[in-house]
């Protein structure tokens, strides 16, 4: 994208990017690690936009207003590149936090899947309140120094009163390619003092109305917290686009996708093909797959269910059982990660893990192999999907993975209402309410705060979280994976569409009901070091629902259900 003003009769142009270094006074930020007494960041992501480079003259060179970057200091997405700029001599550069108006107020479900303003990529829009987070600045303190426990803060910055241009001299030689590093220093604003912030003085802002907390740090993010660094030349490089392998025989299909939801991005090298859907849904269906032939996939994910089984463990070949709950399966084209903890990075990958676990199918891949090459038809279904007749492990997960995809939940009495078809009831829509809306005594606010791990209208964040189950030795949930203390009794949060069909609910299936899983919000949340900021931010006490309330968030997540998915007929 080429910077605009002079760009026109420029007659070199360079490549810039911009990289943002996290720090703590002068030690580098790490998430979740404590940088001041008893005070850690377990979230730091925000949008950047407005750039522009000042000239000598003291002119600006501006950039597309459209142009929007994104940074988490988690996930160590640290560069925006700002594309083509002409060369030359440039001693500063400006940008604004948070997208520009147009962009805020538009639908975010517009841009392609690995735009920055996704709401899968960049995790910060408000969901069915519109609008986004500017930026997120999450974590844990010690309220009481006397006292284990940690509170948590939730610093959210938003709304377009609020987007804050940052300006740092910077004089630089733009060349080939050069990149501008910048410095964040999160020091800043917990300094104390005015504009700074105080976690013990108000412990969240979500930039409403009469919070005058959100203005301060607006403030404290202009004039103190970043500084330029210097600029570099470098020789990155985009990475290339990539590259899909020999597209199987048969005219591409895909489900259709809900006009509400989010772009989503196929798998550029297993598109998919009636031929290879109807191969997966067949292979899912088939005991053929497990060892002993007494089991399939849809055992344990029935569609009745939602695709889940209605048990806490599922049981797998000779009785055994295994030790989490079997999760939904909808939706999942928009996932990037797989099981509760997030070890499998594809469907392909995910799906032949529980072919070969001795708890479930206990098969051996080879052995599966051999099976299907001596079933009558499948051998004749593998060339039709995929050109011959090889019978692969690796063709058996493209298979499954095309099937899985097709199944898109978006049809729910919800939707519905929201599309104006029909009507939600008062106490539904007093659900969807609480659910919602932040829980703020301080500001006036009493809600259910579901909305940050389960928002949007996929209802779900795609994350992984400590969500005060307490924790289990025998379970370390997604630390089983990284390794990271501070991921130890994170689980990945799952939709909540369909929720009502789909019970026993969490990973390890301890609630049976819905109106359990209200009551652990509301008053059973254990304190562990890694609850979730947005949780750890409630009083002690709980959330103090009335039964009312209660009845009225299971009223709301029963509309979620969606029933001609399930193979049942829609509710009016």
Known sequence: MLLLALAAGASRAGQLRVQVDHRWGGAPLVIGRDHAPGLSVTRLDYLLSGFALRLPDGGWLAADPALCGYIS??????????????????????????????????????????????????????????????????????????????????????????????????????????????????????????????????????????????????????????????????????????????????????????????????????????????????????????????????????????????????????????????????????????????????????????????????????GVVVELIEAEGYPEAFEAAFGSRAVTPDRIGLALEQFLLTLVSADSRFDRAMRGEVELTVQERRGFELFVTEHDPALGLRGADCFHCHGGSLFTANGYFDNGLGHDPADPGRFRVTGEESDRGKFKAPSLRNIALTAPYMHDGRFATLEEVVEHYDAGVVRTPNLDPNIAKHPPEGLGLSDEDKAALVAFLETLSDTAFAGEEPRP
Request: net charge negative; hydrophobic share 40%.
């Open 73 to 366: 200091a988690g996930s160590g997405r640290l560069a925006i590149d700002l594309g083509e700029v002409p060369s030359g001599r440039y001693t500063g550069l400006r940008f604004h936090i948070g997208p520009a108006p147009a962009e805020n107020a538009g639908d975010p479900n517009r841009h392609p899947p690995d735009h920055p303003l996704h709401p899968l990529v960049c995790g910060l829009h408000w969901g069915w309140q519109g609008g986004y987070i500017f930026l997120a600045l999450e974590g844990r303190w010690m309220q009481n120094p006397a006292a284990p426990e940690r509170a948590g803060f939730a610093y959210h910055l938003a709304t377009d009163r609020h987007r804050t241009a940052v300006e740092l001299p910077l004089d630089f030689e733009l060349g080939k390619r050069t990149t501008l590093d910048l410095g964040f220093d999160l020091a800043a604003l917990f300094a104390g003092g005015a504009p700074a912030l105080v976690p013990a003085a108000q412990a969240s802002t979500h930039s409403r109305d009469g919070d005058p907390l959100a203005g301060r740090l607006a403030g404290a993010l202009a004039t103190g917290a970043f500084r330029g660094l210097g600029a570099r030349p470098d020789f990155f490089q985009p990475a290339p686009p990539p590259t899909a392998g020999p597209a199987p025989p048969g005219a591409p299909v895909a489900p259709a996708l809900p006009e509400r939801f989010p772009a989503a991005r196929f798998p550029p090298d297993n598109p998919l093909t009636a031929e290879g859907v109807a191969l997966g849904a067949r292979l899912f269906a088939d005991p053929i797959l497990s060892a002993d032939n007494s089991i399939s996939c849809a055992s344990c994910h029935q569609r009745g269910r939602a695709f889940t089984d209605g048990e806490r463990f599922s049981t797998g070949i000779g009785g055994a059982r295994g030790d989490r709950n079997a999760m939904p399966l909808a939706n999942l084209l928009w996932s990037d990660e797989f099981f509760w903890d997030g070890r499998a990075a594809s469907l392909r990958e995910q799906v032949l893990v529980p072919i070969q676990d001795p708890r479930e199918m206990g098969s051996e891949l080879g």
